[in-house]
């Protein structure tokens, strides 16, 4: 067992039991030109974080423990897309609509892949989500479940939308979740504050959140 100082007290990590997942690090999010940025979102905030990102995939992959990657992808048909959530504001473009990265959050587009520096390697667990949430309609649970997987360490974009959706997911399946505060962003810089307050008021009630600089130096 590490002792990983944390808030909103230490975290008991079990390598035996621990997975990274890393949430929906993927070009439409995060690069200029993408569906991010073509909501009015300043995407800059999302690029700073990647290589505290790829420093945490590094630690996981050192320790030879397991990691999940996510994307918010929708197939190419859109059956697995809510007329609600396509149709949602008023965008200029919308899910499936042709974008500078091709369709937007469409599986296999350009814009849908994860970022070239932190893409999953041959063994480690991608998933395509049509949710928010990383278990709706993807068997994740089951595949955990699997492999005997109780905790989850948390990085990736957005907090508030997608990290904290799934947070609260496996806090609901029994997961205990760490969430890594500088491996995670948002467009919102309030919104990642209110978040982060969310997880651990009440005694963490979703979960933990620590630096990856204590989850390092736990390791050691
Ligand atoms: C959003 C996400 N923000 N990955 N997706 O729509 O948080």
């Not at 890393?22 to 200029?32: G, L, S, T, Y």
């Not at 005997?148 to 990085?155: E, S, Y």
């Not at 609260?168 to 997961?175: H, I, L, M, V």
């Not at 995670?184 to 309030?190: A, G, K, L, R, W």
Request: charged share 25%; with cysteine.
């Amino acid at each position: 067992m590490i002792a990983v100082p944390a808030r909103p007290y230490d975290f008991t990590l079990d390598p035996s039991k621990v997975a990274l997942v890393v949430i929906d690090m993927q070009r439409d999010f995060i690069e200029p030109g993408g569906f991010g940025d073509t909501l009015g979102n300043d995407v800059a905030r999302l690029t700073a974080i990647v290589p505290t990102v790829a420093a945490l995939i590094d630690l996981f992959r050192r320790h030879k423990l397991p990691i999940v990657h996510t994307r918010e992808a929708h197939k190419p048909d859109l059956s697995d897309c809510p007329p609600a959530k396509r149709l949602r504001g008023k965008p200029g473009l919308r899910i499936g609509d042709e974008g500078a990265m091709g369709r937007i959050l469409i599986a296999g587009e350009p814009g849908n892949q994860i970022l070239p520096e932190l893409a999953p390697l041959p063994g480690e667990i991608a998933v395509d989500k049509p949710g928010k949430g990383m278990f709706w309609a993807t068997g994740l649970h089951e595949t955990l479940t699997e492999k005997g997987i109780t905790q989850l360490v948390f990085a990736g974009v957005t907090t508030e939308v997608c990290v904290q959706t799934s947070m609260r997911e496996a806090n609901d399946r029994g997961y205990e979740c760490l969430l890594i505060e500088d491996a995670t962003e948002s467009y919102f810089p309030q919104f990642k504050a209110g978040a982060i307050e969310m997880i651990v008021a009440q005694g963490g009630i979703v979960g933990w959140v620590t630096p990856l600089s204590a989850l390092e130096a736990a390791f050691e």
